[in-house]
Every structure is written in structure tokens, then in C-alpha cells.
């Protein structure tokens, strides 16, 4: 009953593996190209990322949840009025951001960004005639996991609902600039797919988590079956809004239709509840402290996550927005170690900084960064005064990189990484060899013996291959195979791999 965009939902870790997998990246670009919405929740390595469609000559690079860990409490800040933001009441977001994004395409626009570094966590924007909506939020996990919040649940909800048609314009109340919860009207275009007439109509407004009826009115109209007409409505929601626990965001007014039984003289409903285009508005109550941008943005990174060298680079990136030309201390701790003053940084009055610094990353686990105002500072790790809320060293940001283990529990988490398989056709008949090339890749610092096993695999029977490797750490190499069906047809080609 609404001819919205169709939304593809990729949850937390969906794209694990995939970010360099040819046939996951054309299909999303396909998909949002198309007109499709994409909305994608946090993943573990910032590659997996590299699966969602970009325009043309952009990119979107990212740090995942398994290299980058966040403050929970109060995490991000909004950057902006937005729709999706609606619900957020306060100038800050309690939920479970871990990941953000280092580079984002040109027309991509900053929903969030994290507290901690000024980074985005949630961006928007379009790809051909549809939109990406990516964040490092993780609601989607927290919800079964004891990690959900209010935060987080009203921005996935209002994600959602916006983007089942995002250029539609959507009405805005703002309750903290004087709007008011009463008089609100709407035009609802409303179809009547039945085969009788409908002569009442019942308006049933749904709080935005879709789980509270927060007004409900019936009104007379004229709809002859099988047509649409665009039927004015006015709502009050002040009873809702009183409420101690009333919801903001964006609402949605669904109807159902009613007609006359004339054998009962009873209204009764010909067609169920569902859902117009034009039946969203936001209800919201956004003060004025909303900032346009970080004072001081500030990422980490390492050209792997491998532990074991004592001499490893790290980049640092470093934007200004205070307009004041400064010197900090750049502090970092191993876990909650005692800190080491890493650099003396001096950073120019709106000025972008790239530096690198060399460190001893050879222990696994997670590493901490800190830009301190140089007349503080001390040797052990500076983060708790920050994480809560008194902040004698003056902290300007934070940064963090986790390293992990070549072996082990830890060492497991990064296995050979596939780059995808190549030279395969897209059609065979059922007696064709299959032939093409996989690129497997060891992004550890130490080597690795694997073997490659190739399946082909039809309805009653399965062709295998296999293929002893030896990579060095940080190498790669092109597996070739060519696999033949003793049979009828081949259905899957897959492959894994086995230590």
C-alpha cells in the first residue's frame, strides 16, 4: 500500500569477509543504484566496509569494531538537524558506537560523530538514484545482548523509517522552538484497494518504534473503491507527548478504511491498516546546543593490526576547529599501563595535520592515544579522569589501535584473507571445467602453511580440489583450480580454507 523505496538492512558483521568479495559489491552498488536504500550497521575491519557502494571516484574507509573500541556513555554528539536524529533529546548519544569512518565520499553528509575523536560514526548519502546510511552503531547486537538504549533504539527506528523514502519531505514540530503537540495537520494520500466504497476512515498514529498507539480518530469520507484521494486530517499528540516516557521522532499516521454493512448496519472494515507516504512527520524537541563540527578531530591508525613489531608506524590524523593555533602532548598507554609522552604536536589555527610516529606495538591488545594540553599530563594513563567527566589534563581527544596476537585466542581473530575469485565464466554446462584463480592473502607479521580447498558442488555429487600454500607474513599468492562434474549440474562453487 506505499510505493517507498525498497531498504536492504545489513546488520552488525553482515559484511565480515566480504569487503573485497566482486559478486557482494556489485550487487550492492546495483542495488542503491537502482534506487535501493542501503543502511549497514558496524563491522569487524574497516575493509569490510569496502563492500558498500561509493560514487564514482570516492571512497569510504573505516575502522571496525574489532580495532576501535568507544566510550558507551554519552558517545557521540549530532552534528545537525536531521530526521534520523529527531529523537535525540539531548546534545549527546548514549549507545554503543565502536568503529568510524576515516575517509567518507564528498556528498556524504555527518548525521554523528564520536565524542572521544570528533570522528563520524553515522553518514549519509547517495549513489546513483539511492542512498547509503552506514553507521558504526551496533543497537542491532546490543538489543539481545543486554546493550540495547534508548538512544540507539530511537535512531535505528528512525533510520528505518526514513528511509523508506528519503526525498519525501517529512513536516517537523519542534516542541523546543515553540511547536506545538496540538494542530498538526497532514495530508494523507490514501488508496482504497478494496472493491466497496469507503465512507469512514480511521487514523491510527504510531509512535516511532512502531509499538504504541499514540492517537487514534475516525473521519467521514468519500472513496469509491479502487481509486486514491488525498484526505486532510488534524492531529493532537499534547495527551501523548505529557507523558513521562513519550517518545520524539518520526511519527507515522496509518489508516484503515471502513464502509457501511447494510445486513448489520454496522461500520465495518474493508480494507486493514497501512501504511502512506505522506503520512510521516517528526515530532522533536532540539535545543540550540547542537555543534556544527569537533573542535578537534583525531584518528589512529596502523597499516596492519598484527602484533609483533617493536617498530611500528602509526598515522595520525589531526583536524583543528578551535581556531586557536596550539601545542599538545600526544600520550599513549598500553591498556591501562602506565602512559609514555609519544610526541610534542604543534597544530596550526584550523589546520589539518598528518604525522607519523613510530612505536613499540608488540604486545597484542588494545593501545591508547591522547592529545593533552602540554602543561599536563603524568605518566599514568590519563583516560579515567576523562571517561568521567572531570578532566584535569585538559584532554583535547582520544584515539585507540588494537593490536592483535600472531597466535592464540587473539591470533585467530585474523586468519588469510580471500581477495576474491577470478576468470570463472558466468554460465557452464554441466560437463564444463570450471577454471579460475583465487588471491588468498596472510595479513600476519609471521608465515603461515594453509591449504586451499575447492568444492564444486551439484544436487547429488561434488567435485574437489585441493592446493598446499606457504605465505610469509604480508604476502599473497594466486591459487589456480579447474574442477570438472562427473555429472548433470553444477549448482555452488565455494571454497575454503584449512591450517
Known amino acids: 500500500m506505499r510505493p517507498g523505496r525498497p531498504v536492504l538492512f545489513l546488520p552488525s558483521s553482515s559484511l565480515s569477509g566480504l569487503g573485497n568479495n566482486l559478486f557482494t559489491k556489485s550487487f550492492l552498488y546495483d542495488y542503491a543504484n537502482r534506487g535501493g536504500v542501503v543502511v549497514c ?77 570528533g570522528e563520524p560514526c553515522l553518514i549519509v548519502y547517495p549513489v546513483g538514484q539511492g542512498y547509503v546510511i552506514v553507521s ?176 611500528k608506524t602509526v598515522h595520525l590524523h589531526i583536524e583543528d576547529h578551535t581556531g586557536t593555533a596550539r601545542t599538545m602532548h600526544l600520550w599513549t598507554c598500553y591498556t591501562h599501563d602506565n602512559g609514555i609522552l609519544l610526541d610534542t604536536i604543534t597544530m596550526p589555527a584550523n589546520g589539518v595535520l598528518d604525522k607519523d610516529v613510530v612505536q613499540d606495538l608488540s604486545r597484542p591488545g588494545p593501545y591508547h592515544y591522547y592529545l593533552t594540553d602540554p602543561d599536563y599530563g603524568s605518566n599514568w594513563g590519563p583516560e579515567w579522569a576523562f571517561m568521567w567527566g572531570e578532566d584535569p589534563w585538559k584532554m583535547a581527544a582520544q584515539g585507540y589501535a588494537y593490536m592483535f596476537g600472531n597466535g592464540g585466542p587473539d591470533g585467530s581473530q585474523r586468519f588469510a584473507t580471500v581477495f576474491g575469485i577470478t576468470g570463472t565464466a558466468g554460465y557452464y554446462e554441466p560437463t564444463d571445467t570450471v577454471t579460475g584463480t583465487m588471491t588468498v592473502a596472510n595479513p600476519r607479521s609471521v608465515a603461515e602453511d594453509l591449504t586451499v580447498v575447492f568444492s564444486l558442488v551439484a544436487t547429488d555429487q561434488t567435485a574437489t580440489q585441493t592446493a598446499a600454500i606457504h605465505l610469509e607474513g604480508g604476502a599473497s599468492q594466486a591459487v589456480p583450480f579447474s574442477l570438472t562434474l562427473p555429472g548433470p549440474i553444477a549448482r555452488e562453487l565455494g571454497s575454503h580454507l584449512a591450517k
Open 136 to 311: 558504526t552503531l551496533y543497537e542491532d547486537w546490543g538489543y539481545a545482548n543486554g546493550q540495547s538504549t534508548a538512544d540507539g533504539r530511537s535512531i535505528l527506528a528512525n533510520i528505518l523509517t526514513w528511509a523508506k523514502d528519503p526525498d519525501q519531505p517529512i513536516p517537523v514540530t519542534n516542541l523546543s522552538a515553540g511547536g506545538s503537540a496540538s494542530g498538526i495537520t497532514l495530508t494523507l494520500h490514501v488508496r482504497n484497494l478494496s472493491d466497496t466504497a469507503a465512507d469512514q476512515m480511521e487514523v491510527l498514529v504510531m509512535t516511532p518504534d512502531r509499538q504504541t498507539l499514540a492517537v487514534q480518530l475516525t473521519q467521514a469520507v468519500t472513496i469509491p473503491a479502487h481509486s486514491e484521494a488525498d484526505v486532510p486530517v488534524t492531529l493532537d499528540l499534547s495527551s501523548y507527548l505529557g507523558q513521562s516516557r513519550a517518545q520524539h521522532g518520526i511519527f507515522h499516521a496509518d489508516y484503515r478504511l471502513l464502509a457501511m454493512n447494510s445486513a448489520t448496519s454496522q461500520e465495518e472494515e474493508i480494507q486493514p491498516q497501512g501504511e502512506t507516504e505522506t503520512g510521516r512527520f517528526v515530532m522533536e524537541a532540539v535545543g540550540t546546543g547542537r555543534q556544527a563540527l569537533s573542535q578537534t578531530v583525531f584518528s589512529v591508525r596502523t597499516d596492519d593490526d598484527i602484533a609483533g613489531n617493536p617498530a
Open 41 to 117: 550497521m558496524t563491522q569487524p575491519y574497516g575493509e569490510d566496509f569496502s563492500a558498500l557502494p561509493v560514487p564514482s571516484g570516492e571512497e569510504l574507509e573505516a575502522a571496525g569494531f574489532k580495532q576501535d573500541l568507544s566510550c558507551f556513555a554519552n558517545s557521540a554528539y549530532p552534528t545537525m538537524e536531521h530526521p534520523i536524529l529527531s529523537g535525540i533529546t539531548a546534545t549527546t548519544v548514549t549507545a554503543g558506537f565502536d568503529g568510524f569512518f576515516r575517509k567518507i565520499p564528498g556528498n556524504a553528509t555527518v548525521l554523528l560523530r564520536r565524542t572521544i575523536s
